[in-house]
């Protein structure tokens, strides 16, 4: 079961319950799968530590956006973790706005020098994790590469084994031959995701939610939540996190509802505008709440 990262689809559209972090420089959104941004604290950048989600069968690594005051030029985005094409994604609905397709890139996650047998065209590199039947592979030299080899040519995987594998030029094809003759050091390429831009829009958070905030947990029957000015209304998610331990009561990375909201307080129940959950026992630590938004991909 999801918890917080849970999928409907609608319309031939996947809806996901997103849980709202921010990076230090700007990035609002989530990591379900963190890579490349680095980490503030106990929270993955853009709000991760999620149970990873999928969208047509594929995980998703991350949404995020940019605020306007850090940086317009940054597109909303999704990030696939596999090597999807152009028109995978469509669209993207964040805040209440939805963006239509503008850039499309592929980069990867994986790289290793590699040795090429030419005689036996089996690839040998220090580890295949990541590799298995149908992984695309793509190569790139400092010298030559065999000939039956082009540059950065994507291929696919066959034949693996902990540290070899060879390749075709179609997922379940035959082993590709190589002959002729090789020189300078090889590069193998795994992992290779694509990214799915769409354009920024007017208003700074483009995620509808707010960052993450650090408040005060009460023990009590109702629990209190206090953090002055939270901003959050009745009937809005929030997920908590912990450097240390949370109250009795509370679970990590579970969606809650607030209740009993005022300017500084709110409370929380298990379903929207249910009973306030109490708490007992001891806590540690610093407490962290993230506000949990909507997400629609096309």
Known sequence: MLHYARQMMVSGAAKFQMAVGVYTSGFKGVYWSYYGFGTSG????????LVPATFKGQTVDAVYSVDDNINATWPVAIQIGSDQPIGFVTALTLGGTRYVLTTYTQDYKSSAAVTINIATATFTVPSTTGITTGTPVQFTTGGA???GLTASTKYYARDVTATTFKVSATIGGAAITLSGTQSGT?????????????????????TGGRVPFYPTISIANPAVVTSTSHGLANGKRVIFQTTGALPTGITANTVYFVVNAAANTFQISATSGGTAIATSGTQSGTQICLEVVDVTVE
């Open 186 to 206: 090889h590069t193998a390429y795994w992992n290779i995701y694509s990214v799915f831009g769409f354009p920024t829009a007017t208003a700074s958070n483009k």
């Open 145 to 147: 590469l065999p000939t």
């Open 42 to 49: 106990p929270i993955n950048a853009m709000g991760g530590l």
